[in-house]
């Protein structure tokens, strides 16, 4: 009889892992025992705590470099800063979705399973206080994030996708106004999603097969034995190259890359602001993450192959995000077209064959993570008697009605357009950098040109707040509450020092940026 081996496993190693989805499980017990009026300080509470706990465990084993779990896990430099960076992020949008006193209730339906449009839907938009599973979603979203950013194998990758996306396409049906326009956003969501999972799948699959034959080697989808297949496997090149594309379809469509990216305008635009701040800040670090194990870890050896595709991805990319934003007539949806403009900036750095590549485009993730939803958070203030007033043509005017938010508003646009003394100008430049060295200059020619099409958007709301009258249709900007407030000071003061002073978190990501093989 053969003797079951089981794998070796560092609980250590794996902690904020376990401490997010184990806090996930209690949440969903929380909505079963605790009294609805108790359950949003309690859910918020746990969910916050969670995360803090997590990070401390990042901390305290920023020292590891191993693999763990049969092999399935990666702690290495990579993992634990981009692990802590969605925490961090998380953290923040935690704050703005457990925010109560901006809106009546909170931004989340009371009842999910109210009729859209129906008298009930009309009176819990009233005021009904908001759902509270939206608690335990968002931490299982977390905790797949963390293991998406650390998987060592193609399948852990894909177990996480699903982890994480799920709760996703969930919480997006979940706005308490404008219901049809947030379900409607959700399913997009969930079938465009359900594609990309599909394509991700069958990629695996054809990898596997590209892996038998090796000499020494038993098939597998861990990315020890895909990296030496790249060199070693008599199998033919095509199932290689088709497995990569259908792979890389999967991670491009989680990062909103072109032409993978047609969800991204209405899913932003329906879904609840604080959902929308969360996938453009945490999803896109987790993204990426999983982009820069795959390629630079599994595939390295194929770099030559999958460069020029890769590259004309991120300039289409950063064309359709650039050319259209400036179309656009909805905070929401422009917001929505800048992320993807600045995924195709990340893959600039994804496509940078090195060390300062790597760290450039984990520092570019946590910069536009703290700005993007710092401007999500402003777009939650600015509201009328319907809810958010997201229509450009609403704030014009804004500047001279509340100078305070819109200077600040103003202060996050310029950052996104890359203007000196702004996080923005400083992780553009740590992802263009690294690709001149590289031979990679039409990839920055591209970047900064689209660049400077992009930044005519920004100025236009910005000549719309500051030089238009308030009119009757201007609306107010509401007075933020203490949950919010903090958000949005971390969110604009980060975006400040990392723009004034980065060279510690440039130095942190340097310090980080070498995968465990």
């Known amino acids: ?302 770099a030559w192959d999958f460069t020029p595709v890769l590259g004309a991805v991120a300039v289409l990319t950063m064309l359709v995000g650039a050319v259209l934003a400036v179309t656009q007539t909805d905070i929401k949806r422009l917001l929505a077209y800048s992320s993807i403009a600045n995924a195709g900036y990340l893959l600039v750095g994804v496509l940078a064959p090195s060390k300062d590549g790597l760290s450039g485009t984990m520092f570019y993730l946590v910069a536009y993570g703290f700005s993007v939803l710092a401007a999500f958070a402003v777009v939650t203030l600015v509201r009328d008697a319907d809810g958010e007033a997201t229509h450009l043509s609403r704030w014009a005017g804004l500047g001279r009605r509340s100078p305070f938010f819109a200077a600040i508003f103003t202060f996050i646009l310029l950052a996104f357009a890359g203007i000196p003394l702004t996080s923005g100008f400083t992780s553009k430049f740590a992802v263009f950098a690294p690709a001149l060295d590289a031979n990679q200059a039409w990839l920055v020619i591209a970047g900064v040109l689209t660049s400077m099409v992009l930044a005519f958007p920004y100025l236009r709301v910005v000549v719309m707040m500051w030089l238009s009258e308030p009119g009757d249709a201007t609306p107010t900007v509401t007075v933020p509450g203490a949950l919010t407030s903090a958000a949005l000071v971390i969110g604009v003061l980060a975006t400040l020092v990392l723009g004034v002073a980065p060279a510690p978190l440039l130095d942190l990501a340097n310090g980080a940026a070498e995968f465990v093989r």
């Open 1 to 302: 009889m053969t003797e079951l081996k089981l794998p070796s496993i560092d609980y250590a190693a794996l902690a904020p892992i376990l401490i997010m989805l184990g806090v996930a499980l209690v949440g969903v017990l929380v909505e079963a025992f605790v009294p609805r009026r108790l359950r949003n300080t309690v859910q918020l509470t746990l969910a916050l705590a969670a995360v803090l706990g997590a990070l401390t465990m990042v901390i305290l084993n920023s020292d590891d470099r191993l693999l763990t779990a049969g092999q399935a896990i990666a702690v290495d430099g990579p993992t634990l800063f981009l692990q802590g960076a969605i925490l961090v992020l998380a953290a923040m949008a935690l704050l703005l979705i457990g925010e109560r006193s901006i809106e009546r209730g909170g931004a989340f339906v009371a009842h999910a399973a109210v009729t859209a449009e129906s008298p009930d839907d009309r009176r819990q938009a009233e005021g009904a206080s908001g759902t509270t599973e939206v608690y335990p979603l968002a931490t299982f979203a977390i905790g797949g994030m963390l293991i998406f950013v650390a998987a060592n194998d193609l399948l852990t990758m894909f177990i996480a996708l699903e982890v994480f996306s799920l709760p996703l396409y969930l919480l997006c049906a979940l706005a308490r106004r404008r219901r049809l326009l947030s379900q409607e956003a959700a399913m997009k969501y969930f079938m465009l999603g359900a594609y990309a999972s599909a394509f991700f799948l069958f990629g695996v699959a054809l990898i596997y097969g590209f892996t038998s034959g090796i000499p020494g080697r038993t098939a597998g989808v861990d990315f020890a034995t895909v990296h030496a297949a790249v060199t070693d496997s008599p199998a033919s090149p095509v199932l290689l190259f088709a497995g990569m594309a259908l792979l890389a379809i999967g991670l491009l469509f989680k990062a909103a890359a072109a032409p993978f990216h047609v969800w991204t305008p209405d899913v932003y635009q329906g879904a609840p602001t604080p959902v929308t701040g969360f996938m453009a800040a945490c999803t896109k670090v987790a993204a990426f993450g999983a982009l820069l194990r795959v390629f630079h870890v599994a595939f390295s050896g194929a």
